[in-house]
């Protein structure tokens, strides 16, 4: 299993607020910063948030991110059908000297 | 644009050897690492190990340590994953990423490769 902890589901219905967990530990999210990649159906993952609650260029700021101790969570306001994705939490962590990532979480919008 | 290019879909018997490439265009290969993350089918993301082109400097996830060996020519700005013998349980996809280290992305991987799906059977 997974160093960093999601849910492996969410959903909700278009124009709705989800938010994904990402719970982690001292090593990791308690120390370094964290990144949200956004894995469309069949197609490579995305950077989406960086450094705990960034929006790179071209991200809708419907996405937003956010750190509390050793815990992280993503946001996803005005939920759009094209919001339908696996969603993954990473961090560095300084005990396994490695990129963690989340297990992921399946977003569906109903 | 930059881009990053992999090469395609790969079919082998267990044992055989593999190399797999990723063509990075559009900015400098030499400045920025060049990560491995495998995607094993219908699982999460695992990071695999990155190089730095402009000094060779190579960093290997434990779990991939002695496992695969991560490579790059700067004539063609191509990063490579390869192993020596494969097995079952390496049926994955394969992304290359560029590790962005400044600026409001440093620390991620800002780019990433379509994708090289590789099948290991017999």
């Known amino acids: 299993q997974s160093v960093l902890t999601q849910p492996p589901s969410a959903s909700g219905t278009p124009g709705q607020r989800v938010a994904i967990s990402c719970s982690g530990s001292s090593s990791n999210i308690g120390t370094n910063v964290v990144f949200w990649y956004q894995q469309l159906p069949g197609t490579a993952p995305k950077l989406l948030i960086s450094r705990n609650n960034q929006r790179p260029s071209g991200v809708p700021d419907r996405f937003s991110g956010s750190k509390s101790g050793s815990s992280a969570s993503l946001a996803i306001s005005g939920l759009r059908s094209e919001d339908e994705a696996d969603y993954y939490c990473a961090v560095w962590d300084d005990s396994l000297s490695n990129w963690v990532f989340g297990g992921g979480t399946t977003l569906t919008v109903l | 644009d930059v881009q990053l290019v992999q090469s395609g879909a790969e079919v082998k018997k267990p044992g055989e050897s593999l190399k797999i490439s990723c063509k990075a265009s559009?900015?400098?290969?030499?400045?920025?690492?060049i990560g491995w993350v495998r995607q094993l089918p219908g699982k999460g993301l695992e990071w695999m190990g990155m190089?730095?082109?402009?000094?060779?400097?190579?960093r290997y996830s434990p779990s991939f340590q002695g496992q695969v060996t991560i490579s790059h020519d700067k004539s063609t700005s191509t990063a490579y994953l390869q192993w020596r013998s494969l097995r079952a349980p390496d049926t994955a996809m394969y992304y290359c990423a560029r590790f962005c280290s400044s600026g409001t992305c440093n620390g991620a991987f800002d780019v990433w490769g379509q994708g090289t799906m590789v099948t290991v059977s017999s």
């Open positions: 559009g900015y400098r290969l030499t400045s920025y690492w």
């Open positions: 190089i730095h082109p402009g000094d060779s400097d190579t």
